[in-house]
Structures are given as structure tokens and as C-alpha cells.
């Protein structure tokens, strides 16, 4: 009970004033033409990816990125020694997001198609390869999985664009993008 009731109790029977009207239209329309917005670009635009997403395990996941490592494997970079792997054009390849890099370090060849899966094995983290711009949000527990085909060889830095924690601005990863063997 308010404390002071409106004279006239029954007020959700009153007619809808007309001014409201025009503004509850004008939202209506202006949230379906968003909404076409967001299906167009999907089309249209370049950083609107159809991906695909899978129920994993954080300890699936990791299993499986470290035996694609392992197998592709070329040789090793940095101080830390994180792997650089080369898999053959068409396959399935992986980066696992965690606490606080991308890894490994991947070398696709320019033309190619790639299966590309993508998951973390901790928290929340922003997939974000520059400087294409191309974003994804990576949650652990599901393997999202993107098929993409380079088009420009170069080297591309994959940085972390969720925020994760003290390491977060250090999270980093990388793909080279080598152009075609000649054979
Ligand atoms: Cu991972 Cu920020």
C-alpha cells in the first residue's frame, strides 16, 4: 500500500497516451532494425564470425591442444620455449587461452583453409588477433571452432581482450602466416 494511494485505483485501464505510443513504436522499430543490423553484418562484415561451439572439459581440451603440439610441432621460440607448430594445410588445428598466454604459437600457410579451435582451460578471455581485428570471446567448457583461411602471410599477434586478472596485459600469443611451398 503506497502512502499516498491515487484517487483513481484502477489506473492501468486508462487509455495509453499518445505521446507514449509514438515512443514505444519509434523503440519497437529501432530494436528490429538493430536487430537486421546485427543479421547484415553478419553477412556483410568481416568480424562477425559463424562459428561453431562444442561441450569440452578444460582437461579435454588441453589433451588434445598439447597432442596436436606435439605432433606438428617445428621448433621453439622465446625464453620460454613455446612451441611453433606447422600443421598441414586443412587440418584441425588448436590454441588453448589460459592464465596468461596463447598457445602455441601456430604457422599456417597463406590460401589454406583451417579448422581453428579455440578454448581456455581457466577463465574468461578475449581472443583477439591484430592487426585484422578479428574478436572472439573464449569461455572454458566449450571449444569454439572457426574455419578460416589466411589471406595475407605476415606475422599476427594474438592479445588477450577480456580482462583476466594481473597478468591480463601480458597475455599475448602468435600466428605467422607463411607464404605457399613451391612444390
Ligand atoms: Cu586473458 Cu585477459
Redesign the pocket.
Known amino acids: 500500500m503506497a502512502v499516498t494511494p491515487p484517487a483513481q485505483q484502477i489506473w492501468w485501464k486508462e487509455p495509453v497516451e499518445r505521446v507514449e505510443l509514438v515512443w514505444i513504436v519509434l523503440a519497437f522499430v529501432w530494436g528490429l532494425a538493430m536487430f537486421g543490423t546485427m543479421i547484415a553484418w553478419h553477412i556483410v562484415g568481416k568480424q562477425n564470425l559463424a562459428n561453431e561451439a562444442y561441450r569440452t572439459l578444460p582437461e579435454t581440451y588441453m589433451a588434445k591442444a598439447e597432442a596436436f603440439a606435439e605432433k606438428y610441432k617445428v621448433r621453439e621460440e622465446g625464453k620460454t620455449g613455446v612451441p611453433v607448430v606447422r600443421p598441414p594445410a586443412g587440418a584441425d588445428v588448436y590454441i588453448l587461452?589460459r592464465?596468461?598466454e596463447w598457445w602455441p604459437v601456430l604457422e599456417l600457410e597463406k590460401g589454406q583453409s583451417y579448422r581453428l579451435h579455440i578454448s581456455?582451460l581457466d577463465?574468461?578471455?578475449?581472443f583477439s588477433l591484430q592487426p585484422v581485428n578479428i574478436n572472439i570471446q573464449v569461455h572454458p567448457g566449450y571449444e569454439h571452432v572457426l574455419t578460416i583461411t589466411p589471406d595475407q602471410a605476415g606475422q599476427f599477434a594474438i592479445v588477450?581482450?577480456?580482462?583476466?586478472?594481473i597478468?591480463?596485459?601480458q597475455?599475448t600469443g602468435k600466428i605467422y602466416v607463411v607464404e605457399r611451398n613451391p612444390q
Open positions: 587461452g592464465l596468461w581456455s577463465w574468461q578471455h578475449g588477450c581482450n577480456e580482462y583476466c586478472g597478468g591480463h596485459h597475455m
